[in-house]
């Protein structure tokens, strides 16, 4: 049954789900919905996620969004990925729907208010707006302070102490790594001080190479294309 | 193995965790976690949930917070729970978390922007926000309308078309539910027109009578406190 992923590689969930599904050897069609150019946005696609986000999967015929969701779906659906990432035991399966839910009100949050307000809204012909970014800094600095001392508290390298990662690994993680697009400063002001964030990020690129930096390599050139974007707000 | 509920009944997730282990013949202990007495900031709490939020269980020696998370673990771990609650099968389960998911960033996220900056930031000693009220309703207004169009358009009466609720239902109508506390106007301006929406509450109410009426039951107290609230900060 074929597999088709709706993403874009800019986007922190598409990320996530890509490495997810190399690292498990699932086959899939990768089907670019470049937000740059407002592709989410066409009727077409509102076909496929009536939501107008990425990402979203067609598999057969079943149309799913939401990226913890799809994620899960992925993990229970195709019987050749590894126990850890998403464990049958009902108490380990609860602390990792904990933590994605915790995601989604803090970090993910955050970060999304941070990015936008400090960049990415130039790409949608939208002013920036400096309270919010502040607002979105505040929110993401609370949640790495959380992640480094209650998520990454336990024996092993990974969130819960786990000696493996889990699906909350990828997607906290590649939600992190936007942050590549920031100016250093900035980046190194907001993650610089988590020693044992920046070293569960290295534990989740080596437990995904080759795929983790393959799919994150666009970052660079979109952090340049900021920069111009920035440069050329501030002249008007 | 003893079950311990902290909750606060005028939380909106407190209540859908209350009437799901009621409607399903779970047993437990409430433990009243009362957010407008700060009971959630002590430090006694936050060996309980270190997020210092309700709700949050105990079970045996088992931790977990966050509502969704607790719900789908109940579900699980309690035998006796209606299949319907949580089905086994892999795409309704996904749907279902989808949903969930969907609900995070959506209604509840508009819903608690809307109830704080209109009236809970009084009860907290702080004042009110107009700008993130407007904010609030627009993306609650937003959300009602999805879910009106999208996730009840199915055959069912229920979210996703279902013939019976599931704990999305459960988790977004007790979301809903919080405009009890709103004055009729607003209450009506905003809930007024989503018919469907209306009918879905009855129906979910209906599937969990006697348990819904009772944890709603202090709603119209909440509401005329607030009303006080509002009218001394009028005042000033």
């Not at 993650?191 to 080596?206: Q, S, Y």
């Amino acid at each position: 049954m074929e597999l088709k992923l709706y993403v874009d590689r800019l986007s922190q969930p598409s990320r996530a789900l890509l490495i997810f599904c190399k690292a498990n050897g699932i086959e899939f069609e990768e089907v670019s919905i470049l937000l740059g150019k407002l592709q989410h946005r066409s009727p077409e696609y509102a076909e496929i996620n009536p939501m107008k986000q990425v990402p979203a999967i067609v598999h057969g015929d079943f149309k799913l969004s939401e990226s913890h969701s799809i994620l899960i779906y992925l993990a229970s659906a195709f019987p050749g990925v590894a126990e850890h990432w998403y464990p049958a035991d009902v108490h380990k399966r609860a602390k990792i729907h904990s933590v994605l839910d915790w995601h989604h009100s803090n970090l993910r949050r955050g970060s999304l208010g941070y990015h936008f307000n400090t960049g990415i809204a130039l790409a949608f012909g939208r002013p920036l707006d400096p309270k919010a970014a502040a607002e979105g800094e505040k929110l993401l600095s609370a949640s790495l302070a959380t992640i480094e001392s209650l998520w990454l508290e336990g024996d092993g390298p990974f969130l819960l102490g786990n000696s493996q990662p889990s699906i909350a690994d990828l997607a906290l993680v590649c939600e992190i790594m936007q942050l590549e697009v920031a100016d250093e400063k900035d980046r190194d002001r907001i993650l610089g001080k988590h020693k044992k964030v920046l070293k569960w990020i290295e534990d989740t690129k080596n437990a995904t190479t080759p795929y983790f930096d393959e799919f994150h390599s666009l970052l660079p050139l979109a952090k340049e294309k900021l920069k111009e974007l920035k440069a050329q707000a501030s002249k008007q």
